[in-house]
């Protein structure tokens, strides 16, 4: 097992002891984003320092080199979450991106009115969102499928709503607010039955949890590199390769066509290029290999391990000061969604700011949710490995003293 | 309420509190006449409407509901308190002066009363939007009805 205080030393959010509030940072807002190690700043500043090129545009060695490193880093992921082939590794600007090439580039090609979209009320906004807008083109029916008493997405419940008119079903690894971890493996199962695809959003799950794309057969896999302490803008669409040769790019232009001409006749290379125009964020690509190879180095399965206890411990001590609320106690991720007692939920937040303590208020872009809590807004804590035991205590000293709320403005 | 005496930190929260936990003016109108704008935020929960009464260039009522977090409740709460009765004009210009003093620009303090409770609101600078949101709402929807 990883030593999390060891591991801080390669993280200069930690090293450059980053104060808020004039405390010491303590980050709680891992499923919003995540630091950066060392090993990621350098792949991004030897880009520029070293290597830098356009991709599959030039005749020389640099351009050469780079789109061997790019290839590389595809490799990097398709081990990373057992793809078959690497060409089923798109990168994206993130897991929306990700998905609105799913909804715009599959699901509005081939859907249309009498078809239908299975849901869940606990899914983020960008798994919402694109599939409103495909419903609203195609004119196809969005539904739900029912979340269990504890707000935990299940097989049966699935089975309950699923029909021959389902084409597609698109549901969180992990969900962002609850963080119950979906049995997609399962759910997969029942999708296919039925003959519909299932569409996976992975932003959740893959920083945090090892991901064996084919033995839990998603069809489409969507992730953020910045959740799992690469940069920000790069993102991976993991699709299988016949249903990645039936998708539409999202966009066109350079270096996804291999011809064109004047009449209006265009032929668009092979996944992934199709879905990769223009001059792709090679830092990020750079950054994102580097930040998969040093999760990796710690261990996924490390990784889940330690947030697992972490989580248990965290709900323990919070329960034990008898001052809030939490929505999530039995969810197996490394997310605290609570609401100090008798305190808004932003009101707390602002408290927990003037400790030091990044927190995230408000309803974590899955607004349906709230109606399903009974709350307005709730507080959500999230981890990551380098997560310790003292950041923990830190929120749980704040939330025994959260009727004081208002010292964050007068003291 | 005086404000030539010194407000205590402790004063202050509990004026605050009040207005947030028993708010004088939260409520939809019951009556006609009334003129409402919608206002919310990005980066939080806050999400109302206000709403006022005017007659003869004069604010005669104010209300304000929704959901808010303390700050953007109590602040427009208050707001209420300090632009009933007044005409546009004052109106107006106690909106401006409080907007000056959370801005950390100079204020004319004569005209605010209550309101100043809010002047370390910049201590939290994410809550800067909650403090005013209600304020500014109600500069646009007075301005529009003096026109």
């Not at chain 1, 707390?348 to 400790?355: E, W």
Request: charged share 25%; aromatic share 10%; glycine share 6%.
């Amino acid at each position: 097992m990883f030593d999390p205080k060891t591991l801080r030393k390669d993280f200069p959010m930690y090293r450059n002891s980053i104060e808020m509030q004039g405390k010491p940072l303590v980050w709680l807002d891992n499923a919003s984003t995540t630091f950066k190690p060392d090993c990621v700043l350098k792949a991004v500043e030897s880009y520029y320092t070293h290597e830098t090129s356009n991709s599959h545009r030039g005749d020389y060695d640099l351009c050469y080199n780079m789109d061997m490193k790019i290839q590389e880093t595809r490799e990097t992921i398709q081990k990373f979450i057992n793809a078959k082939n690497s060409a089923e590794i798109v990168f994206t600007s993130g897991t929306t991106g990700s998905l609105n090439l799913i909804a715009y580039g599959y699901a509005a090609k081939y859907l249309t009115k009498d078809d239908e979209i299975l849901l869940t009320e606990a899914e983020h906004a960008s798994n919402v969102l694109p599939w409103f807008k495909v419903a609203e083109t195609v004119g196809c029916k969005i539904s739900y499928i029912p979340l269990n008493e504890d707000g935990r997405l299940t097989v049966d419940n699935l089975k309950k709503v699923i029909s021959k008119k389902t084409k597609i079903v698109a549901v969180a690894h992990v969900t962002n607010v609850l963080g119950y971890i979906a049995p997609i493996k399962e759910l997969a199962k029942v999708a296919h039955e039925y003959g519909a695809i299932i569409a996976c959003d992975g932003a959740q799950s893959v920083p945090h949890l090892p991901t064996d794309v084919q033995d839990l057969d998603v069809d489409f896999l969507a992730f953020s590199g910045h959740k799992l302490c690469g940069p920000t803008g790069i993102g991976v669409l993991y699709g299988k390769f016949d249903l990645l040769k039936l998708t539409d790019p999202f966009m066109t232009g350079g270096g996804m066509n291999s011809k064109f001409d004047m009449c209006g006749d265009v032929g668009y290379l092979n996944p992934p290029l199709r879905f990769e125009a223009g001059t792709q964020n090679i830092e990020g690509i750079l950054g994102l290999k580097a930040a998969i190879d040093y999760i990796s180095s710690i261990g996924m399965e490390n990784i889940n391990h330690y947030e697992e206890e972490l989580k248990k411990y965290a709900v323990e001590q919070l329960l034990k000061t008898g001052n809030c609320t939490i929505y999530n106690p039995n969810s197996e991720a490394a997310i605290v969604t609570f609401n100090i007692n008798d305190v808004f939920a932003q009101d707390a937040a602002t408290f927990l700011n003037s400790k030091g303590i990044a927190c995230r208020s408000g309803q974590h872009c899955a607004k349906i949710l709230n109606d399903y809590l009974g709350v307005v807004a709730t507080v959500r804590a999230s981890f990551y490995f380098y997560t310790t035991k003292e950041d923990v205590d830190a929120l749980v000293d704040a939330v025994k003293h959260g009727k004081e709320f208002l010292d964050a403005y007068f003291i | 309420m005086p404000t030539s005496f010194e407000l205590t930190p402790m004063m202050m929260r509990e004026i605050i509190m009040d207005h947030y936990s028993n708010p004088r003016h939260k409520t939809v109108p019951s009556g006609d006449g009334y003129v409402s704008i919608h206002t919310d935020s990005t980066n939080c929960i806050d999400n109302f409407d206000v709403y006022i009464k005017c007659e003869n260039g004069k604010v005669v009522d104010a209300l304000w509901d929704g959901i808010a977090c303390t700050i953007s409740s109590a602040s427009t709460d208050i707001l209420c308190d300090r632009v009933i009765g007044e005409s546009f004009d004052s109106a107006v210009y106690t909106i401006e002066q409080y907007k000056n003093m959370i801005q950390l620009k100079d204020y004319d303090d004569s005209v605010l009363d209550e309101a100043i409770v809010f002047i370390n609101t910049g201590k939290q600078a994410a809550r800067i939007h909650c403090a005013t949101m209600g304020w500014d709402a109600m500069k646009e929807l007075i301005e529009k009805e003096g026109k």
